[in-house]
């Protein structure tokens, strides 16, 4: 198959390309079997399953973006196509993603790789004949990058894809706030602060006055307007960052690409509105094995072909031809 995508030309653009499949297309209806995964900080996350339960079919674990969940269009899309090739798949849910706030005041944000190192453990004792392979999209691919780098040959992972990567955390938080990328910004803002205001809502019902009063020094929710805002109040203090600055540096999946050890493919967009193209690293910052797929257009997880009549996703066409054939050279 020639890795070639030629966007629709009914949707000229990058927001077009971005926004088209979120808001008109139909989601998957899949049949799945959600796991919640208890852990030792006396938290959850929940695992949805999908495709075939033999032992020794490979398996697939997605990983969702910013605001997102095992419900995302592209994620429930990923899932069908994957299961149409013989392959499971589980999609996971950050921390306060699946539909109920999280228990303890840390949630999710771009550098959990612990977290997924934990699933990812789970995962290979529950179907340790199963050749493990992820996919991680924008914030999820972030993480996705990070863990393959610190963990080198100990992934766990056969290989992996990451989708419209905000390589550079700094840079996207600025890219963000430009043009139309704003009207992303106002959307994400809003979600983000949902996110934190629900939780503070469980606490208080649940009389939990010690994770609300962790919460509530955190300050007040509104007047937020930028990313640079919320992660310096929010997401750097409440998981042990100094500031907006030193999370943005340490939580890049840049500044970890060089040691990646498994075979991975980054799909990328000149034209993400939320990535400038200067954050999009250079050859020589690649692991031999990786492979980066940069096309001119397809914004951001985007990445739509076909007739307005038949739309095309190349994602689906793509990530599980690419992971069988890592699993046919392995």
Same mark, same amino acid.
């Given at each position: 198959m020639n890795p070639s995508f030629k966007p629709a030309w009914w949707? %000229? /653009?990058?927001h077009l390309q971005t926004l088209w499949a979120s808001f008109l297309r139909a989601p998957a209806t899949l049949e799945r079997t959600r796991e919640r995964l208890w852990l030792a900080d006396g938290d959850f996350i929940d695992l949805d399953w999908h495709g075939p339960h033999d032992a020794e079919a490979p398996l697939v674990l997605l990983l969702h973006g910013l605001t997102g969940s095992s419900s995302s269009h592209y994620i429930l899309g990923q899932q069908q196509a994957l299961a149409a090739q013989g392959w499971a798949s589980v999609a996971l849910n950050w921390r306060g993603c699946s539909g109920e706030p999280n228990l303890l005041p840390r949630g999710y944000h771009s550098g959990v790789s612990d977290d997924l190192g934990l699933v990812i453990a789970h995962l290979q004792a529950a179907r340790p004949l199963a050749p493990l392979y992820a996919a991680g999209y924008?914030? /999820? /691919?972030?993480?996705l990058l990070k863990y393959l780098g610190e963990r080198g040959e100990q992934s766990g992972l056969q290989a992996a894809v990451a989708v419209s990567v905000p390589f550079r955390l700094d840079h996207c938080a600025d890219r963000i706030g430009l043009g139309f990328s704003r009207v992303y910004q106002a959307?994400?803002?809003? @979600?983000l602060t949902a996110y934190v205001q629900a939780k503070k809502r469980r606490f208080a019902d649940? /009389?939990?006055s010690q994770n609300l009063s962790i919460l509530e020094q955190l300050g007040p929710l509104d007047g937020m307007r930028t990313f640079w805002d919320f992660d310096g109040q929010i997401t750097a203090p409440l998981h042990g960052y100094a500031d907006a600055d030193d999370y943005y540096r340490r939580a890049s999946s840049r500044y970890f690409l060089g040691a990646i050890r498994v075979p991975t493919l980054l799909i990328q967009a000149a034209d993400d509105p939320f990535v400038f193209r200067h954050s999009? %690293?250079? %050859?020589? @910052?690649?692991? %031999?094995?990786?492979?980066l797929e940069l096309h001119a257009k397809g914004g951001h997880v985007g990445f739509i072909d076909g007739s307005l009549r038949t739309p095309g996703f190349y994602l689906e066409r793509r990530i599980p031809q690419w992971l069988r054939q890592q699993a046919a050279a392995q």
């Open positions: 949707l %000229p /653009g990058a924008s914030l /999820g /691919g972030n993480v959307h994400f803002m809003r @979600e649940a /009389g939990a999009v %690293p250079e %050859p020589d @910052e690649l692991a %031999p094995a990786t492979e």
